[in-house]
């Protein structure tokens, strides 16, 4: 190979020439490494963009389901408000008809229609005969009869009434006399159609009951007749007065229909099934059928 001198005389070696072959191997390795780079950097940018959009995502879902959460503990608070205000109603309601019960029975099986206090009596027997002493029933009267036999008999647990009306096999517990109304006023005075009278044993419970009624009853309208039957009969069973509590009760005054309403069915069975002591005054009559189930 020719050697040059340079100006010094110096003997040069000539520089080899770098082949077209690494040049360009050598761009394209640097261009490798830039894409890389780019490649790298681009990923890192995604991945923390979407971190971002994840977190605020989850917090935008947490926010939801705490709004739903809210909005569903708001609406069972509404619902458990709405149910517990109709317990309340319907509790409310049941105390005012306890309440007007009591009442009723205080009204009529303490007081009698004067308002004097007496006290709780009924018959203490298991079968109390009912039997027409004086007179002759017609056949209305006797279904009227026939009807308060049954309705007392399906809500009294410890008595039962029967029919009796032979006197030879001894003289009926309830005595039933049927009078002309001359008869009937000289001994009622200025009631009208149906008077009641008692007489107890030492324990107060009930020894005999006498009804009178006027044969006056004939001419008034069948309906109203069944009802004097119903309501003297129901002072027979231990009923001393009157009430106007209910106004279709049996015990209030005046009457101009006949119906058995559920408010008399329930006065029979506290005097017959409660187990209230026959002799109670007012006040332990209240306080007895207040802390009792009846």
């Not at 009912?130 to 009267?141: P, R």
């Not at 009457?255 to 099934?273: G, H, Q």
Request: proline share 2%; aromatic share 12%.
């Amino acid at each position: 190979m020719e050697e040059k001198t340079d100006q010094n005389n110096q003997s040069v070696r000539p520089r080899k020439k770098m082949p077209l072959v690494l040049i360009l191997g050598l761009i394209i390795f640097v261009i490798f490494v830039l894409f890389t780079l780019m490649k790298l950097s681009y990923l890192a940018y995604y991945a923390n963009e979407s971190a971002t959009k994840t977190a605020t995502n989850t917090e935008s879902t947490t926010k939801t389901i705490e709004a739903t959460s809210s909005k569903t503990a708001t609406k069972k608070s509404s619902l458990t408000k709405t149910t517990s205000n109709q317990q309340s109603s319907q509790q409310s309601s049941s105390d005012t008809s306890k309440k007007n019960m009591i009442e009723y029975f205080v009204d009529t099986a303490v007081y009698d229609y004067t308002k004097r206090e007496f006290f709780v009596t009924r018959w203490n027997q298991s079968g109390v005969s009912v039997g027409v002493a004086e007179g002759e029933f017609t056949s209305s009267l006797n279904s009227c009869l026939e009807g308060f036999i049954s309705d007392f008999n399906g809500q009294s647990s410890s008595a039962k009434l029967h029919r009796d009306d032979t006197v030879s096999l001894g003289q009926p517990n309830i005595k039933i006399y049927y009078w002309s109304d001359a008869a009937f006023k000289q001994r009622a005075g200025d009631i009208d159609y149906g008077y009641t009278e008692w007489i107890h044993k030492d324990d107060k419970s009930l020894q005999r009951s006498m009804l009178f009624l006027s044969e006056e009853i004939m001419n008034i309208d069948e309906a109203v007749r069944c009802q004097v039957i119903r309501h003297e009969m129901t002072h027979a069973v231990g009923f001393w007065g009157h009430s106007n509590v209910f106004f279709e009760g049996i015990m209030a005054q005046p009457k101009t229909r006949y119906i058995y309403p559920e408010e008399d069915k329930r006065l029979i069975r506290m005097l017959y099934n409660s187990g209230i002591p026959i002799g109670s005054t007012s006040q332990s009559t209240r306080d007895f059928l207040e802390n009792n189930n009846w």
